[in-house]
């Protein structure tokens, strides 16, 4: 395992919880860029080398802006005067402990008979890119129809109104 | 104390999932809902990418493939979620998700 999984998880695990407990909602973003990169690197040292880089391009270097940006334009950095939690916060919560409590107990009742250290796939952007013009490329031509048509979608609906379009 | 490698990371997947789906269901604010929501996704990229890892047959790349497409999947998803979120504000003045209980404005 090492200590450096332990440290990288430490600091995944402390961002997340920065991201949905802080009262400031920019602090909530830059905490959950600091998540973003603990799994990059926990991608990193599992030797998915291009998903790694892959997970900093988009979420640090797009979702992780766009979230910024968004909080911005809807001035949600007010703290609101009641509070930033929902009133059913305690039901969310006991539906989140249940749910960990759930996959944790999965987890260690299968861990003896998981699979042990393995040698290191050696996995070249070569061969990920063959592959994705061979066996993946009805997958990838999907993805762009997808994302051509999320972000057609996302400029049309945040697009201003008209007056008196109504 | 874990026995293998990859129960430290089911581990670590599930505790970042259990984070975001609490976060998604006590926040109030649109935005840090879909924080929750990112942090689910890319605790279930980990899962497919430690499986892959740790799987029988890594050369074959599927698990990792299903993380770069789902981390493509969730690009679009965010655009979209923000530009929903950016929307509702301009017409209900506020995110704050206790106060937006109408779908008609």
Known sequence: ?166 | MIATPLAGYLLVAALVFAIGLAGALTRRNAILVLIGIELMLNAANLNLIAFWRYGPHPEAMTGMMFAIFSIAVAAAEAAVGLGLVISIYRHAKTTDLDQINRMKG
């Open chain 1, 1 to 166: 395992m090492g200590i450096a999984f332990y440290i990288i998880s430490a600091l995944t695990v402390c961002g997340g919880l920065a991201a949905v407990l802080l009262k400031n909602t920019v602090h909530c973003a830059l905490a959950l860029t600091v998540a973003f990169a603990g799994l990059a690197l926990l991608f990193l040292r599992l030797d998915a080398q291009f998903a790694g880089f892959a997970q900093i391009l988009v979420y640090i270097g797009a979702v992780a802006i766009l979230v910024v940006f968004a909080i911005l334009l809807t001035r949600g950095s007010d703290t609101p005067k009641d509070g930033v939690f929902s009133k059913t916060w305690l039901a969310g919560l006991a539906i989140a402990a249940a749910v960990f409590s759930v996959l944790g107990w999965a987890v260690l009742q299968a861990a003896p008979w998981l699979p042990h250290e393995t040698v290191a796939p050696n996995v070249t952007v070569n061969q990920i890119g063959e592959a994705l013009m061979g066996r993946y490329v009805l997958p990838l031509e999907i993805v762009a129809v997808l994302l051509t048509a999320a972000l057609v979608g996302a400029v049309i609906v945040a697009m201003h109104e008209k007056e008196g379009a109504k």
